[in-house]
């Protein structure tokens, strides 16, 4: 089995598990109000998290981060589950991923790279990932699945201080007034941090293919957020709660900057 298509399943569970939660919270809240059932602390609280436009807290403990109004969390519940509802209807791995739709991202590039690194036989530290922004601006325009080796397409990426020129594509100045701009659908491409020692094993095609590519005068490793408030937690397996890694984004300019304007990917805009 692929490694992307256990995150994908794992990813229908924690969605399961937070839709059971929601579900049964509204149910003891209806009988609360109706005298059927008991209107206890929780209930109570979840009531007015409804009433004051919040997300409930118990709602927060088995959902992903976010800090949009409880209208605007909700619509995109919605989105999130439709989307991967027509993934396991469909058994077919989604040929651009919405990346801000899943509950850890962070898992995404790992289990991208796991997929190559079990095709080559190749230890899982011996690759990294490389980004390349494609012309495509909606996932709907990615037409085909990628080969395992070849990486995979995701969108859902919105550049906050700086903007995305299709032109020289490289970094640009955002647009004023603009806050988030979309960027492009992005291939997500594994790549070997060294060549094997052994080269018998591995087809010269592929070695091709894994070999850190060419690329423009500067590379601005951009981070990458889950909300706009640019902090989060560690959890218990060492993971930060918002943080998802880094992507290189190509740029005419140095690096510093975009640093010096504080230039990130969000996965949720504000």
């Known amino acids: 089995r692929l490694p992307i298509a256990s995150f994908l399943t794992q990813e229908c569970n924690r969605f399961r598990t937070l839709l059971g939660v929601v579900a049964q919270s509204l149910e003891l809240l209806v009988q609360g109000l109706r005298g059927t059932a008991e209107m206890t ?11 004051e436009e919040r997300v409930p807290d118990k709602w927060g403990e088995f959902a ?6 409880l209208g605007s969390w909700v619509s ?5 589950v439709k989307y991967l509802r027509g993934w396991s209807e469909r058994k077919e791995i989604p ?3 919405l990346i801000g739709y899943y509950f850890f991202p962070q898992s995404f590039s790992t289990a991208v790279l796991q997929g190559a690194a079990r095709k080559l036989e190749i ?3 011996d690759m990294r990932m490389e980004y390349k922004v494609q012309r495509a601006t909606e996932p709907e325009q990615v037409t085909g699945a990628l080969p395992v080796e070849e990486g995979v397409h995701a ?17 640009q100045a955002s647009v004023d007034a603009e806050v988030a701009a979309p960027l492009p659908v992005l291939r997500c491409i594994p790549r070997l941090t060294r060549l094997p020692a052994d080269l018998s094993q591995v ?7 894994y070999l850190p590519a060419d690329g423009p005068p500067h590379i601005y490793e951009c981070p990458v957020y889950r909300t706009w408030v640019r902090a989060g937690t560690w959890s218990t397996i060492g993971d930060s709660t918002n943080f998802v890694g880094l992507v290189g984004l190509p740029s005419c ?9 504080g230039v990130a990917l969000l996965c949720e805009p504000r």
């Open 64 to 69: 992903y981060p976010s800090l949009l109004p």
């Open 123 to 125: 230890p899982l530290d």
């Open 76 to 80: 995109a519940l919605v989105l999130r």
């Open 203 to 209: 087809k010269p095609r592929e070695v091709a293919t």
């Open 95 to 97: 040929y651009c991923h």
């Open 253 to 261: 300019e140095p690096p510093s900057v975009w640093t010096l304007r």
């Open 155 to 171: 969108h859902g990426f919105f550049l906050e201080g700086a903007a995305w020129d299709p032109g020289s594509s490289c970094l």
């Open 41 to 51: 602390l929780e209930v109570e609280a979840v009531q007015r998290a409804l009433l």
